[in-house]
């Protein structure tokens, strides 16, 4: 028995789940409430989750549960050490979106630098920059070219990230604990996160969350950045402490932010974040082109396939 506990996120509607429903008898929910994930899961012997949360108490009260597989490339919403405690086989899915994501950071990027969406508004509105209609100067344009990109976690998607960064004639810091000296260039190096934090005009976030990340971007790392730094946020929310952020937007230490990710999903009506100049937020969307999804679900399919024969 197979439980796609949040399908819709994957498949909004455009897709189909026909190799996974040859692999087993499939349920496919479109959204579970953490009320209803029990009883869905309980007989099942493999459930599918992008966001729904599986914590130890929940994979407590599923003992058929054999095989959990994750519909996304950060596994946080599973509690892997209880699903190994149960022998619970977790599997997560790498690989599917990195020039997604990637490619999303430059359009959070090119936003801030930009603005295009409100030139075109202005221009819808019957306006024109230079009859003077508006000040452009209210929205300054941002040259990216020797700027210096800071990215925290170097992996598939920081990697990628640092190529249209460089592409764009920015320099790249990359932090990672586990360096590949490798990858290092005249034009990308690796740093610590001090010298990041100091040398920075835009920070991109692409670590893992742990608890060792967890709040990484909080008052005082962010006292120690460059003033005027622009920071996205394409990994996960809890990395950054937002009412810390919010403050550091406030008072001008922060020039703009953009996260596709917050610390509570969907975000809080009261959230600083909201009421923060310069702060444009979206819906955890950086994964979901069409042809990511495409990827993600055939990797899904793979990776129960090769469970399912041992
Ligand atoms: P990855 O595993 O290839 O890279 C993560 C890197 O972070 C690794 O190189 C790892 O060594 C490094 N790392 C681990 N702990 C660290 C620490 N304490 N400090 C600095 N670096 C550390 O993963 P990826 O494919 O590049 O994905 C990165 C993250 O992006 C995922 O964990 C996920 O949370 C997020 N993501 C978001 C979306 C979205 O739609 N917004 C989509 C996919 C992935």
Redesign the pocket.
Known sequence: KIVVLDGYTLNPGDLSWTELEKLGECTCYDRTPPENIVERISDAAIAFTNKTPLTRDILQQCPALRYVGVL???YNVVDVAAAKEQGIIVTNI??Y??SA?AQYVFALLLEICHHVGAHYEAVQAGEWAQRGDFSFWNYPLIELKDKTMGI???????QVTAQIANAFGMKVLA????RKKELETDVLRYAELDEIYACADVISL?????D??RGMINKASLAKMKPGVIIIN???GPLIVEEDLAEALANGQVFAAAL??VATEPIEADSPLLSAPNCIITP?????PKESRERLLGIAVDNLSAFLAG
Do not use: E, K, M
Not at 175 to 178: F, K, Q, S
Not at 206 to 210: G, K, N
Not at 284 to 288: F, G, L
């Open positions: 996304a490339t950060g790498p690989t979106g990195t994501v925290i976690g170097f992996g598939r998607i920081g932090y990672d604990n586990y692409h670590c893992p969350l742990f060792s990340t394409t990994s996960r596709d990710v955890h969307i950086a994964w979901a």
